[in-house]
T-cell receptor, first 112, second 111 residues
């Protein structure tokens, strides 16, 4: 079956702009989690969505938000971008959230 | 606070040598622990989880609650084991069951 897909793969934005990233989970998976990965901080959990509801949330400011649609596809939005938001954003899907997580290839966001 | 520590950023061994990637955690309850691996130009993927008690690709990991460790071991390293390895923890109770990650250890197996 097709793996987790993320679009776009690369993105360059300027400070102050906003960005929306998309994640399509494996068919049948209802949980989607988002992570920010940077060299200094490693993988940090942003949030998890399950059946269109945010079920868990990490310690990120309110500029980071997300949503999940009825087909389990998820979007992540970052408003008022800062230089420090430059990172690889990974999404992972799983059947119910506590099963094995399957990761997408990531979206590389560069903020200039 | 929940924390996962992987003390080595880089570990270099020769093919055929034993390898141990260290993972220590901080959590007051009973955690679930995982090892994920990322090979070059591939996606992050689950290697093993402590509740499975499996050996995957020759790797094993034992949860030591006394030492709060979950070290990953393989008796004879292969070149194809070269990758980035991440240890992760999930609380086994409560509402917030997010995964907490270590910073990763890059394993290089030299011929």
């Amino acid at each position: 079956k097709a793996g987790v897909t993320q679009t776009p793969r690369y993105l360059i934005k300027t400070r102050g702009q906003q960005v929306t990233l998309s994640c399509s989970p494996i068919s049948g998976h209802r949980s989607v989690s988002w992570y920010q990965q940077t060299p200094g901080q490693g993988l940090q959990f942003l949030f998890e969505y399950f059946s269109e509801t945010q079920r868990n949330k990490g310690n990120f400011p309110g500029r980071f938000s997300g949503r999940q649609f009825s087909n389990s596809r998820s979007e992540m939005n970052v408003s008022t971008l800062e230089l420090g938001d430059s990172a690889l954003y990974l999404c992972a899907s799983s059947l119910g959230g506590e099963d094995e997580q399957y990761f997408g290839p990531g979206t590389r966001l560069t903020v200039t | 606070a929940q924390r996962v520590t992987q003390p080595e950023k880089l570990l270099s061994v020769f093919k055929g040598a034993p390898v141990e990637l260290k993972c220590n955690y901080s959590y007051s309850g009973s955690p679930e622990l995982f090892w994920y691996v990322q090979y070059s130009r591939q996606r992050l993927q689950l290697l093993l989880r402590h509740i499975s008690r499996e050996s995957i690709k020759g790797f094993t990991a034992d949860l030591n609650k006394g030492e709060t460790s979950f070290h990953l071991k393989k008796p004879f390293a292969q070149e194809e084991d070269s990758a980035m390895y991440y240890c992760a923890l999930r609380a086994n109770a409560g509402n917030n069951r997010k995964l907490i990650w270590g910073l990763g250890t890059s394993l290089a197996v030299n011929p």
